[in-house]
T-cell receptor
Framework: DSGVTQTPKHLITATGQRVTLRCSPR?????VYWYQQSLDQGLQFLIQ???????AKGNILERFSAQQFPDLHSELNLSSLELGDSALYFC??????????????FGPGTRLTVL | AQKVTQAQTEISVVEKEDVTLDCVYE???????LFWYKQPPSGELVFLIR????DEQNEISGRYSWNFQKSTSSFNFTITASQVVDSAVYFC?????????????WGAGTKLIIKP
């Protein structure tokens, strides 16, 4: 158990809908990262927040947005969902803000299925 | 540009065999970090090891060992006396500085199948 929690574990929804994924980092960690893992594209970095502020952006679509709250939990919002958004979404956390050097600890993931 | 290559897409061995997963990286940075993660069939990503570029000592943790060789830009992972529970996808990752920011560059992963 990494100490990172994600809810829900599974989510099934329809195209065009909007969903929110939630993540709570390990105690003491200030950074939260979001990743998308699909079969054909591997692990893709979406976005990082550090202590409430956006720190780095990756291949995040405009239909997706995220935020980190004062208690450091984070939410990833996915809107106007398409079939291709079906994937495993991971949240990770680390102590510091350097995503290239700090060890990232991953949550169990949320499996999103868009029908 | 930084890059991580895990050339072995899938490896299948019989239980108790030793197996080595290869990881070759490219970087121009003098300071960098290398990581290994395990993703079992249940789906979660489990951190295994972090190594910085100045520490070339091999690491051993139980049946797991890592061989870091800067001369060949490799950070290989060996499982001794493999067990069925070792079946997973293993990812190697490299820290790199790109576009004014540090980022983690992931390999494509190696699927390891341990047959009983």
């Amino acid at each position: 158990d990494s100490g990172v929690t994600q809810t829900p574990k599974h989510l099934i929804t329809a195209t065009g809908q909007r969903v929110t994924l939630r993540c709570s980092p390990r105690s003491g960690d200030l950074s939260v990262y979001w990743y998308q893992q699909s079969l054909d594209q591997g692990l893709q970095f979406l976005i990082q927040y550090y202590n409430g502020e956006e720190r780095a952006k990756g291949n995040i679509l405009e239909r997706f947005s995220a935020q980190q709250f004062p208690d450091l939990h984070s939410e990833l919002n996915l809107s106007s969902l398409e079939l291709g958004d079906s994937a495993l979404y991971f949240c990770a956390s680390s102590v510091g803000g350097e995503r290239g050097t700090d060890t990232q600890y991953f949550g169990p993931g949320t499996r999103l299925t868009v029908l | 540009a930084q890059k991580v290559t895990q050339a072995q897409t899938e490896i299948s061995v019989v239980e108790k065999e030793d197996v080595t997963l290869d990881c070759v990286y490219e970087t121009r940075d003098t300071t960098y970090y290398l990581f290994w993660y395990k993703q079992p069939p249940s789906g979660e990503l489990v951190f295994l090891i972090r190594r910085n570029s100045f520490d070339e000592q091999n690491e051993i943790s139980g049946r797991y060992s890592w061989n870091f060789q800067k001369s060949t830009s490799s950070f290989n992972f060996t499982i001794t006396a493999s067990q069925v529970v070792d079946s997973a996808v293993y990812f190697c990752a490299l820290s790199g500085y790109s576009r004014y920011n540090y980022q983690l560059i992931w390999g494509a992963g190696t699927k390891l199948i341990i047959k009983p």
